[in-house]
């Protein structure tokens, strides 16, 4: 039963890991660009939702259009005012340039909104649970999880089924290449930005129901988001979306059999340990990733 | 040629060895006419950052105080304007950010007292810093007086350099258990005896740092002691993005009550996802920190009613404490928030290294030391509700009390009311714990 209920609280965590890394790793695969800002992207979606909530009054769902287009805004802003000129710079320059924007998004919401702890406190979803038989789960997360898969399924049908996505996808296997063929690679890139930003504003928004909202927040999922885009295999949109529900189960379950072993060997404290052990076997072993593609 | 070479090698070796002698003598005289460094190291920014304001807060309230004159407050370090055995010679304190980092501690304390020439050293809040931080204190023979760490093995190394102003965990949990014993004899304001086997079960969360888990054997051993059952223990990290896990272990083990030894973030998070679950304990406590800072009371509104915290101060306490009323009253006019059981313990730290210098006369660390083994700060001083600060041979300061305040929604606003020691009582308490149901 309480094996149950953490298998369930491990999917939902999952699906919000999964929505979070989606737009790394669509940033990765278009451009083998590490975006380590990610975390102050998702940082400022729920900031987004938080003002716009308490300066408008409205529900907080109703802001995650506004925290999708903030995010792709501050993808287009970041893609044409900074890493469009990294990308002229040796590897080191992509590495640092993705990190500043990271310091000056932190600082700057420092700046903004001091380094107080919010929370949105009143909304349909905020603090609300969803009682399935002897399961309490909660409502933010469910409907996490289901945002998660539309916009898994619209991000998949966009790159796999559209005209966009196969030129999304030139640009990705090999930029030269595509640019002859007439593909104007550059806002290839900057797309990839956009709907990187868009989907981790809308994973912010959601997040901002029934996480607290802090300057330093994005550093807490980055790790993780790092985690499940290396595991699922950079730049995979499907590997992605399994390794972060991987990562959910294992990083829920694993605690629970300690307990139900009734040992303390097998606890909570050593709960990311195994998430990064994973991923380290899979460095190590199948380097590309669960899903990655072979280079 | 070549002597003249070796004359001249041999004078720069002797002018730059005199340099390294003289230099710290005379930046150290300086430094005694003028003013007097105290080296603070807080975590001031990154995921402790809210805490950290509170803190230095706290300790530049009491500089304030000690440099100026405000003779209203009737204290002495308020009458001082300075420390008049070192002719009104002024502290400045040196603020150093440690994010929460031991290494990064033990880095900054070295470097306040090799470049900064610091007198002495003042922090840090995590008991896991402040370990690293009190062992370069005690390497480089530098005075260390900690305001806010609670780990009991602080001050159980043996160390010559160190002393604690606040109580540690033992006393608070100590504190704990004889409320838990008091709910059962129906001593506590507004309740009739509650049975034992109603609050029989318990389950405690710790960080996993120095602190928390310092705690957790003090709970244990506890328990025992006062014939409770430990039904779940458990240490997490409290970076950790997610506490569904840990939560639910808690929640599945159906615990009486609730402990706690939580940072902020992780404290949040707690409450929010135990909300989420509908948890049912009858007493929800938290060891202070996390539990007691402003944010979590600002953030969690109505939620945090009848959660129970150890702290050290609670507004409260100026119905009994006439210099604490005074100075409170100071502090939320400058920053908008009531002291707090960190910036109060900051503000006590401060005081203490005041009467410290004072007593010793010198910026000299074996004046210093002497001068801090023998202090004796009398309770009309101090704004906690203790019986003074006076240390004994490891440091600890003896005279030092605990308080347990319980949250308290009342028409939209959320009080945080006295509820031991029971004769300070300022509320009838809320039982059993429903909020989250």
Redesign the interface.
Same mark, same amino acid.
């Given at each position: 039963m309480v094996l149950a209920d953490a298998f369930i609280q491990g999917i939902l965590m999952g699906f919000l890991f999964a929505l979070i890394s989606l737009g790394l790793t669509i940033i990765f695969g278009v451009m083998d660009i590490v975006n380590f800002a990610h975390g102050e992207f998702l940082m400022l979606g729920m900031y987004t939702a938080y003002c716009l909530s308490i300066s408008l009054g409205v529900d907080p769902l109703v802001t995650l259009p506004l925290c999708g287009a903030v995010g792709a805004l501050l993808g287009l802003v970041s893609y044409y005012g900074l890493v469009r000129y990294l990308l002229r710079g040796p590897m080191v320059a992509q590495l640092l340039g993705t990190f500043g924007l990271m310091l000056f998004l932190r600082y700057l919401a420092v700046f903004l909104w001091g380094i107080d702890y919010r929370m949105i406190k009143k909304g349909l979803l905020v603090g609300k649970s969803l009682t399935v038989g002897p399961f309490h789960l909660d409502m933010t997360k469910v409907v996490c999880a289901l945002l998660s898969l539309v916009a898994f399924t619209v991000v998949s049908w966009i790159i796999f089924k559209t005209r966009v996505g196969k030129a999304l996808r030139a640009t990705s296997i090999n930029r030269e290449a595509a640019s002859y063929m007439g593909i104007k690679t550059e806002r290839m890139n900057a797309l990839a930005w956009a709907m990187g930003g868009i989907t981790v504003g809308i994973a912010g928004g959601l997040l901002a129901n029934f996480y607290y909202i802090y300057p330093m927040v994005g550093l807490l999922f980055v790790m993780i988001a790092f985690a499940t885009v290396a595991l699922g295999g950079f730049g995979s949109i499907k590997g992605a979306f399994f390794a972060g529900i991987l990562i959910g189960i294992l990083e829920t379950v694993f605690p629970i059999i300690g307990h139900l072993l009734k040992t303390s060997i097998i606890g909570p404290h050593y709960k990311m340990t195994i998430v990064y052990l994973a991923y380290f076997l899979v460095v190590v072993f199948r380097p590309r990733g669960l899903f990655g593609w072979e280079q | 040629m070549v002597m003249k070479k070796g004359l001249f090698l041999s004078l720069l070796v002797l002018a730059v060895a005199m340099g390294l002698l003289i230099g710290p003598f005379a930046g150290g005289v300086a430094a005694k006419a003028k003013e007097i460094k105290i080296g603070v190291i807080y975590p001031l920014? =990154? *995921?402790f *950052? &809210?805490a950290g #304001?509170d803190l230095r807060n706290g300790a530049e309230l009491a500089l304030d105080v000690l440099n100026n004159r405000y003779p209203e407050l009737g204290i002495s370090i308020a009458k001082w304007e300075g420390i008049p055995s070192l002719k009104g010679a002024k502290i400045k304190l040196i603020f150093a950010d440690h994010r929460g980092e031991p290494g990064r501690g033990a880095d900054l304390a070295k470097r306040l007292i090799m470049d900064e020439k610091v007198v002495g050293l003042m922090g840090c809040y995590h008991s896991s810093v402040t370990k690293t931080v009190s062992a370069v204190a005690e390497r480089y023979g530098v005075p260390m007086i900690n305001g806010s760490s609670t780990s009991p093995v602080l001050t159980k190394r043996g160390f010559k350099w160190f002393w604690r102003t606040t109580p540690h965990d033992e006393t608070f949990t100590k504190d704990l258990f004889e409320f838990l014993k008091g709910l059962t004899e129906g001593k506590v304001r507004g309740l009739k005896a509650v049975p034992k086997e109603e609050i029989k079960r318990i389950a405690y969360a710790c960080e996993?740092t120095e602190w928390g888990s310092s705690v957790a054997k003090v709970i244990e051993q506890m328990a025992k002691e006062y014939g409770f059952d430990v039904v779940? =223990? /458990?240490?997490? @990290?409290a970076? @950790?993005?997610?506490l569904?896990?840990?939560s639910? &272990?808690l929640v &599945?083990a159906k615990p009486d009550c609730m402990l706690f030894t939580s940072y902020?973030?992780d404290a /949040?998070?707690f409450v #929010?996802?135990l909300?989420?679950?509908?948890a049912s304990p009858k007493v929800v406590w938290g060891q202070d920190a996390g539990f007691e800072i402003p944010?979590f009371r *600002?953030?969690? =509104?109505k939620?945090v009613h009848g959660i129970l915290t150890r702290t050290v101060f609670i507004p409260k306490v100026v119905k009994v404490k006439k210099a604490a009323g005074k100075i409170n009253a100071l502090f939320k006019k400058r920053y908008g928030t009531d002291l707090t059981g960190a910036s109060g313990r900051a503000f006590v730290a401060l005081q203490t290294w005041a009467h410290v210098l004072n007593a010793a006369g010198s910026t000299d660390p074996k004046a210093i030391q002497k001068a801090a083994n023998e202090l004796f700060i009398p309770a009309e001083e101090l704004i906690m509700p203790w019986g003074g600060v006076k240390f004994d041979k490891t440091g600890q300061n003896v005279l030092g009390t605990g308080l347990i305040g319980q949250y308290q929604a009342k028409g939209g606003k959320v009080e945080l009311e006295i509820v031991y020691p029971f004769d300070l009582a300022t509320a009838d308490m809320v039982y059993p714990f429903t909020t989250w149901k």
């Open positions: - | 920014s =990154g *995921a *950052a &809210a #304001r996993n779940k =223990g /458990i240490l997490y @990290s970076k @950790s993005p997610d569904t896990t840990e639910q &272990a &599945a902020i973030s /949040i998070l #929010r996802t909300k989420s679950m509908k944010d *600002a953030t969690l =509104g939620d």
